[in-house]
């Protein structure tokens, strides 16, 4: 079951689409997913973002995307990643109210993850996915420590960001290393990977709650 609706953001209206899996379990994990720069036609249609939400609803969880303030019906301006973080803040309020019960989950695709990588403490994510963090653009020294577990996609082709810039900052997380799925060759958006990514990630976190994976819920394309 899919749903778009706006709720009450910082500066407005804020755009959401919720995608529920079939038959979802009680208390299955909630997904937000952040999408890239609004300036650059970023918004929650990006094939990334729409894998990535795919992939949740396969792992039996709620995915949640929005659009930052500025893009398709969400009221405000491009806030060059200051409001933008109270975007997120906004969406997570509503799904604590609307699944007060649910694990968080928390992704996002270039600039949604850097979104996602500042936010993920303040909002109480209990696991993290980046794919492509844009650290050449926005830098990692205001990251703060991640302690949940999270996973990491890059892609060593990217032609926006410096792909091996983030494999040497993952190297450098010796407290809670994430797991790294590093595709050769691939490039920023990952044409022509996306089944890859989606895989990945399905093997990746395959450790949802017995019942989830009692009821068969964690599954792959034949």
């Known amino acids: 079951m ?15 689409l919720i995608e529920e899996p079939d038959n979802p379990a009680p208390q299955a994990p909630v997904a937000v997913l ?3 720069h609004p300036l650059h036609g970023g918004s929650l249609t990006n094939k990334v973002v729409h894998i990535l939400a795919a992939t949740m609803n396969r792992l039996g969880a709620t995915a949640v995307r929005f659009n930052f303030r500025g893009v398709g019906r969400s009221e405000g301006e491009f806030d060059n990643m200051v409001g933008e973080l109270e975007d997120l803040r906004a969406a997570v ?10 694990p968080l989950w928390l992704g996002g695709f270039s600039f949604g993850a850097q979104v996602a990588l500042k936010m993920h403490a303040r909002v109480g994510a209990e696991r993290l996915l980046v794919a492509a963090p ?6 990692s020294d205001d990251l703060p420590a991640i302690a949940i577990p ?47 990514v989606r895989e990945a990630v399905i093997e990746a ?3 949802l709650s017995p019942a989830l994976r009692a009821q068969g819920r964690v599954t792959r394309d034949e």
């Open 150 to 196: 999270w996973l990491v996609i890059q892609g060593s082709e990217d032609e926006v960001i410096d792909a091996h810039q983030v494999r040497d900052w993952v190297a450098r997380q010796t407290a809670n290393p994430p797991q790294l799925i590093w595709l050769e060759g691939a490039g920023h958006f990952f044409h022509g990977r996306l089944n890859e």
């Open 205 to 207: 976190w395959p450790k």
């Open 2 to 16: 899919s749903q778009k609706l706006l709720i009450e953001g910082a500066v407005g209206q804020l755009e959401l």
């Open 93 to 102: 309020e509503w799904v604590r109210q609307h699944y007060p019960d649910a």
């Open 134 to 139: 844009p650290l050449s653009l926005y830098g």
């Open 34 to 36: 952040c999408h890239p």
